[in-house]
């Protein structure tokens, strides 16, 4: 058992982006921005939250320009300072002055969730460190990845986050089997099962895109074959790794936005846009007129 403190976190974003094509055919689907910011930046600012101070991006072929975005800018800054434009600056400058370390590596092939987070090996190198995926933005009180860092300190165990959706889209996603409860959020697992047919599901219980686990998944993850989709899945190995030591279920009770497919992007778009300084307002009038045109 390991009880180390959780310091480091790993985003997987090495993944073609098809569902966003054609925008996505050389822009990085993590680039893709909700108002004004990239997804993948709420997903740092999450991990900072978090208390996390290093992290691991895992990326691919065309994703350049996520490092760019958390690179310094000079000649943007220059002309930003130059032009007065000192809130802008400090939002540019912000970027780059994240406090968080950010590390960075390439999966060669799109072989998997379960292949991506194989690479990040020796980057954790024998911690306990959390898993972020970037098409997940959640909303609560505690960043959700803190909350599991939170069960860690009194469980020392994987956890899960999971949270209910409707019966007839559980085949997107991980399943959980529950098996009792340990607490108002927290869930002991019988199983795990990667995008069960939904008359096979074993609870409307699904993996949403955190995890925290102890390093013991890689000795696993480098045995675990190709399963749905012909691809390494994150979920088998957990799966394993919950036969041979206690891996937990927390139960996310906050607001989760899909942004990895159109309509859920769309639909965060509008509510973001509807708390942002610079557009709440006049997206308000606009929706309501809308609104009343469509009913
Ligand atoms: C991945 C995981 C799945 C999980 C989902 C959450 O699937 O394999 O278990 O439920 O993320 O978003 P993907 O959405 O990458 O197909």
Redesign the pocket.
């Known amino acids: 058992m390991d009880t180390k403190r959780v310091r480091k976190a790993v985003i997987p974003a090495a993944?073609l982006g098809t569902r966003f094509l054609p925008a996505t055919k050389a822009l990085p689907k993590e680039m893709l921005p909700i108002v004004d910011k990239p997804t993948i930046q709420f997903i740092v600012e999450e991990a900072k939250k978090s208390g996390i101070e290093d992290i691991l991006i895992v990326t691919g072929k065309n994703k350049r320009a996520i490092e760019n975005h958390f690179d310094s800018n000079p000649e943007l800054e220059q002309d930003l300072e130059k032009t007065g434009k000192s809130e802008l600056l400090k939002l540019t400058q912000g970027i780059t002055d994240l406090g968080v370390n950010l590390y960075y590596t390439r999966q060669p092939h799109p072989a998997?969730?379960?292949d991506a987070i194989y690479r990040a090996k020796s980057f954790v190198a024998g911690e306990p460190f959390v898993v972020m995926?970037g098409?997940?933005l959640m909303d609560d009180k505690i960043p959700l990845t803190k909350q599991l860092m939170n069960d860690y300190e009194q469980t020392h165990a994987s956890t899960i986050a999971v949270m209910k959706v409707p019966h007839k889209e559980v085949s997107?996603?991980?399943?959980i089997a529950p098996d009792g409860k340990v607490n108002d959020s927290l869930y002991n697992v019988k199983n795990?099962v990667?995008?069960p047919a939904i008359d096979k599901a074993p609870s409307d219980l699904?993996?949403?895109?955190r995890y925290l686990l102890t390093p013991e998944i890689f000795d696993i993850l480098a045995e675990t074959k190709p399963g749905?989709?012909g691809e390494v899945?994150?979920?088998d190995a957990i799966d394993t790794l919950n036969k041979t030591q206690r891996v937990f279920a927390h139960v996310f009770k906050g607001k989760r936005h899909?942004v990895?497919n159109k309509e859920g992007y769309l639909e965060t778009s509008i509510e973001y846009g509807l708390n942002h300084p610079e557009t709440k307002d006049d997206l308000r009038k606009y929706i309501l007129k809308l609104a009343q045109k469509l009913s």
């Open positions: 993944g998997g969730l379960g995926l098409d997940d997107k996603y991980g399943v795990f990667e995008k699904a993996i949403i895109g749905r989709g899945q994150l979920t899909d990895g």
